[in-house]
């Protein structure tokens, strides 16, 4: 089965569901936007393999960047491996216009 994070209409990227669960437990965490929408955005995760952040506001997107951020580099400096999975969803959130590098 293949895991997807959908970051903006027709955009986001597709990975195994090994990859998939590993990033979205990893970044839960650190996040910090409302629990409403983290209830949402895990539900779709925990049915479907499926998180959906196209309709989160410019401050939730960078909310979710930063616990997706911070969480690869705290597993990258315990766990000693790289998951290119997780570099391809950073570099594609770098390039959504609700990235702002004033917030990170």
């Known amino acids: 089965m293949a895991g997807h994070i959908g970051i903006s209409e027709g955009i986001g990227i ?7 669960d590993l990033i979205t ?3 839960r965490p ?4 409302d629990n409403h929408i983290i209830e949402e955005l895990y539900e779709s995760a925990d049915i479907f393999i499926l998180m959906d952040i196209s309709e989160l506001s410019n ?4 909310n979710f960047y930063s616990a997706c951020f911070q969480s690869y580099e705290k597993f990258k400096e315990l ?5 290119p999975s997780w570099e391809e969803v950073l570099d594609k959130l770098r390039e959504d216009p609700r990235f702002s590098k004033n917030e990170t």
């Open 30 to 33: 650190y996040l910090t936007i």
């Open 59 to 62: 401050k939730d997107f960078m």
């Open 25 to 27: 437990s990893e970044m």
């Open 79 to 83: 766990e000693k491996v790289r998951i």
């Open 14 to 20: 597709s990975m195994n569901s090994l990859s998939f």
